[in-house]
């Protein structure tokens, strides 16, 4: 896994300083191996270490490199959950009648009975 620092870590060293609330981090040689690897941008294995990096904030996962896909516009579902008229649904974007009292034209899915717009949007996905 490739992490990345926290905007507010410093390193001196073998020591780090950073992340909410502010810590210190005297490495051992080993240590200051794995923060060279993670400052470079390489994959780092699990350990004692940045578990705690995690754990203090001091680093993040990477999730995106030059490698990794990045995601569009069209990667995206748009769910409305609507009860009565719609002010606005865009263009593609999946529309849940949440059992208005009249049909909702143009509805993608009607529900029979009312469930809230957490529910209506849970039934659109």
């Known amino acids: 896994m490739r992490y990345r620092f926290d905007r507010t870590v410093e390193r001196h060293g073998a020591v780090v300083i950073g992340g909410s609330p502010l810590k210190l981090f005297r490495l051992t040689p080993g240590g200051v191996a794995v923060v060279d690897r993670i400052e470079r941008g390489e ?15 001091a680093i993040h996962p990477a999730y995106f490199t030059e490698a990794a896909p990045r995601f569009t516009a069209s990667d ?50």
């Open 43 to 57: 994959a780092v294995e699990r350990s004692v270490l940045v578990e705690r990096l995690l754990d203090a904030g």
């Open 76 to 125: 995206v579902t748009i769910v409305v959950p609507v009860h009565g008229v719609p002010d606005y649904a865009p263009s593609g974007a999946i529309v849940v009648d949440d059992a208005s009292p009249a049909p909702v034209a143009g509805a993608t899915i009607r529900l029979d009975t009312n469930v809230g717009p957490a529910g209506a949007r849970m039934a659109g996905l």
